[in-house]
């Protein structure tokens, strides 16, 4: 696969059976799904519609004299938002090779699900196992984002290890490993496992609870404007990084690595100057005694994404070049889906060619492996050509193949392990999976896919 531009930060839209169709049976009634509003525009109903949130982020595509925050009726969320197949299409079309993809709704969800522990650990697993069926049909190209539980660090950790285990490249937290806004000890458990992974812990915004809300009483229109712009600026983000590198953790952990997603960049450098000032004048008053400048654990920690930031860009240096990757937002409003190129071309034109591939490839092309995953994919394809005495056969029609057996690994083989989760789960029936399935199911050659 030949890389020319890699998007750091996209979205799906969810579908409307992400979770009534993953979620146990007895947690259902409950489970988010997606409702038709008198309005005709859809929306999300959370614990048997006690709260109701329209889809207000199905954007691309859209001229900006005809965005609504009123949501989108069903045929103006662009299948891409859903379909990968439909995701690749677009990307073309916007002359992007491979994206990292976040959730929408399920980016507030740890606060929506409901209020009980069982709900939200459920409603989490359920998304990460459809966006990694997502991502399996093209994993070079679409990085699927699994999101954490906020209901402690033991269940965290659970979640963690799964999804790490099965070859997933990113895990969003949106708060601490406790699943409060505020540091515990018991943090430390999360930090010391991830600082070992191959990939980073993103933070999309911020944690949740500190994102920026407008004060603006009966004028809503005033209070999203506001709110908007804030996030735009990034401010979600100030607190969780200074008390992460305050409270020292990247001292203790050296190999951690954070991500500041949709945080843009031009708010760094005058960070940065004032984090370490303040550390300066106040660590003795604090009692907080760093051995190296707080802007040195940041530039050594710290990734950060931005969609269109001219200020950002011409201040590179002073954040650092490696540490910068740009991205779309799509299918939100901030994106300039199909036009990206055009922003592109004006924001970097005086950029050098050297620093602009950092920036719009090679960053995100190390942080998510992406090298790797497209060697993997290519051998793949060649192994499956070689004749063998072994059973190989076509998933639901993909076209792409998989060798019974074989190691596990992100890519096509998620589409068997995910219809045996399935089956396990009673949701096909043993009839309905492909017959070559079946018959490699009843004489045991399956077994390592089958789900613990």
Request: overall charge neutral.
């Amino acid at each position: 696969m030949e890389y020319r531009i890699i998007d750091a930060d996209s979205h799906i839209n969810e579908p409307g059976d992400v979770w009534q169709s993953r979620v146990p049976q007895a947690l259902r009634d409950r489970a988010p799904k997606m409702v038709t509003l008198p309005d005709g525009r859809v929306g999300w109903s959370f614990d048997n519609g006690k709260r109701v949130k329209r889809v207000g982020t199905a954007q691309s595509g859209v001229h900006v004299t005809q965005s609504s925050r009123s949501g989108a009726t069903p045929a103006q969320i662009r299948p891409a938002s859903y379909d990968p197949r439909a995701r690749l299409k677009e990307m073309e079309y916007d002359m992007v090779q491979a994206q990292v993809i976040y959730p929408s709704m399920a980016l507030n969800g740890l606060y929506s699900y409901a209020d009980d522990r069982d709900m939200q650990v459920a409603c989490v697993a359920a998304y990460n196992d459809w966006i990694h069926e997502f991502s399996s049909v093209s994993p070079e190209r679409l990085v699927g984002m699994p999101i954490a539980p906020a209901t402690g660090v033991e269940d965290l950790l659970l979640e963690w290890r799964r999804v790490a285990n099965r070859g997933d490249r990113g895990f969003v937290i949106a708060s601490y490993p406790n699943g409060g806004r505020y540091p515990l000890p018991e943090d430390d458990r999360f930090w010391a496992e991830v600082q070992e992974w191959d990939y980073a812990a993103p933070i999309h915004f911020g944690f949740l609870g500190d994102k920026p809300a407008s004060a603006a009483g009966d004028l809503p229109d005033l209070g999203y404007l506001t709110a908007a712009a804030l996030n735009d600026l990034g401010v979600g983000i100030y607190r969780p990084i200074a008390d992460m590198i305050h409270m020292g953790l990247f001292e203790k952990y050296p190999k951690l690595r954070i991500v500041a997603v949709e945080t843009g960049i031009g708010w760094i450098p005058y960070f940065l100057q004032v984090l370490d000032n303040s550390f300066l004048r106040r660590r003795w008053a604090s009692g907080i005694h760093l051995k190296r400048m707080p802007s040195e654990y940041f530039r050594e920690h710290i990734w950060a994404t931005f969609i269109t930031d001219a200020h950002g860009l011409d201040n590179r240096h002073a954040i650092g070049v490696d540490r910068i990757m740009w991205s779309t937002d799509y299918p939100h409003n901030n994106s300039n889906w199909p036009d990206s190129q055009r922003f592109l071309e004006y924001e970097l034109k005086n950029i050098p060619a050297e620093e602009k591939r950092k920036i719009l490839r090679d960053n995100a092309l190390k942080m998510y492996r992406l090298d790797a995953a497209a060697a993997s994919n290519a051998k793949e394809g060649a192994d499956e050509k070689k004749p063998k005495g072994e059973s190989i056969y076509c998933l639901d029609g993909c076209g792409q193949k998989t060798r019974p057996g074989s190691k596990f690994k992100p890519g096509h083989d998620a589409r068997l392990k995910s219809m045996l989760l399935k089956l396990s789960r009673e949701q096909v029936k043993l009839k309905d999976l492909p017959a070559q399935v079946q018959k490699d199911l009843k004489s045991g050659k399956l077994n390592a896919y089958k789900p613990a």
